[in-house]
């Protein structure tokens, strides 16, 4: 992610210098950049001037429309990153957690359903390569 500073902000710029100083990829700086952009355009003013309020109203906000376990996490972390690293506030981010991602089974075939499969093969190989 290369910038002009006429481009970005003096805070995004030192936000993208961070990232890069971790090595972060590409695709996580791009994440990270996007939450803060999003979380400014819902507080209607610079992320920096946030506080813990704005941060636990943000969360619901993002909860009341709909977002994925997955996707909360990604914000939770770009904005973890944002005000423990950038900012040097972690304090802000204290009572914003990860929210717990429902793991779901995988799908296991009955018995008779892996006796059709096999029987299915076309041939003796087939049939006991599956079996």
Request: aromatic share 6%.
């Amino acid at each position: 992610m290369t910038h002009t500073s006429q481009d970005i902000s003096p805070l995004r710029q030192h936000m993208i210098d961070d990232m890069r100083m971790r090595k972060l990829a590409p695709q996580t700086q791009a994440g990270y950049v996007r939450v803060v952009r999003q979380f400014a355009a819902f507080l209607g003013r610079p992320p920096d001037t946030a506080t813990v309020e704005d941060l636990r109203r943000y969360q619901l906000h993002l909860v009341d429309h709909g977002i994925s376990p997955v996707s909360l996490n990604a914000a939770i972390t770009g904005l973890k990153f944002f005000f423990e690293i950038t900012l040097s506030q972690p304090e802000l981010m204290a009572r914003m957690q990860p929210v717990r991602v429902p793991r779901t089974l995988p799908v296991v075939l009955s018995p008779d359903e892996v006796a059709r499969l096999i029987a299915a093969a076309g041939n003796l190989k087939h049939q006991t390569a599956l079996s």
